[in-house]
């Protein structure tokens, strides 16, 4: 089988810091890193190889330094990493982003072969929309599962998948057919340490490095700025709470009297809070 997993490099969140004056993100000595949602989506894809064979393609979009991001990603035992880099994808928003990701996918098939699975994490830390995977199983016209916890089986012969997705009731379990796009969640699995071979492979690996023409993306007006409606009117850090947590103390009583004391404690605080409760046990 063959999987495609996109991943992005991003700044930490724990070192970014926000410009006082200008509101924007400073990114200038800030050490980036893989999203870490997307180690998930990459080790899951890898355990689908190990089991059943076949190859793990990775795929980014970014400048030339997001190269560093590919390696690691073959340090963690990937077979092939494509970085996709051109002036023209500078400044892309989710809806050009996902245009060129997909694009190049189906350059990727062309190429190597079309994938079974294409695999994205749930969102990056940096953008937190959730937009780009559901954007390329869209422009793919793949079948989409989102939030997936667990892979629960697949039948290659049958080209069918069964897996556990997350949703606020509970868990749904859902059975589809590849190929389809899943968008993993967080805690899922540990991404593995990697073996001393993969490492030494990484390190002389020859990173794939396509341009929009080489991913055969002809309309470039759906890429980069020109192809992103989205306008950031400000970025700027939340405003820190001035007032303090309260404690409320009650008479030493039972565990029904004292939850009900608090109850009405909590109530008359935040009256609105009643009757929305009051208004979801009536429907």
């Known amino acids: ?57 990775v795929l980014t979009m970014g400048p030339p330094m997001a190269e560093d991001s590919l390696r690691k990603a073959l340090t963690y035992g990937a077979d092939r990493a494509i970085l996709l880099t051109d002036r023209h994808f500078a400044g892309s928003d989710t809806l050009a982003t996902s245009f060129a990701l997909s694009q190049a996918i189906a350059k990727i098939g062309e190429t190597f072969g079309a994938p079974d699975i294409v695999f994205t994490g749930k969102q990056t830390i940096d953008g937190d929309t959730a937009q780009v995977g559901p954007g390329i199983a869209k422009r793919l016209d793949l079948l989409q599962l989102t939030y997936v916890s667990k892979i629960a089986s697949i039948d290659l012969e049958a080209r069918e998948i069964k897996v556990d997705r997350r ?37 002389r690996s020859p990173i794939v490095k396509w341009s929009a023409a080489d991913a055969g993306i002809e309309d ?46 909590i109530f008359a605080r935040q009256p609105a809070l009643e009757q929305e409760l009051a208004f979801d046990a009536s429907a």
């Open 1 to 57: 089988m063959h999987v495609v997993v996109c991943i992005k490099q991003v700044p930490d969140s724990a070192q970014i810091r926000v410009h006082p004056v200008t509101n924007t993100i400073m990114r200038q000595g800030v050490p980036t890193i893989i999203n870490p949602y997307d180690l998930f989506a990459l080790e899951e894809a890898l355990r689908l190889r190990d089991a059943h064979g076949g190859e793990v393609t």
């Open 167 to 203: 949703s606020e009731g509970g868990t749904q379990m859902l059975h589809g057919r590849l190929p389809c796009l899943i968008t993993m969640l967080e805690g899922t699995n540990e991404i593995r340490r990697g073996s001393l071979d993969d490492a030494l492979r990484a390190a």
């Open 220 to 265: 470039l007006s759906k890429c980069g700025l020109r192809g992103s409606p989205t306008v950031v009117k400000r970025v700027f850090a939340p405003t820190a709470r001035v007032e303090k947590a309260e404690q409320i103390t009650t008479a030493d009583k039972g565990l029904i009297d004292l939850a009900d004391e608090l109850i009405v404690e």
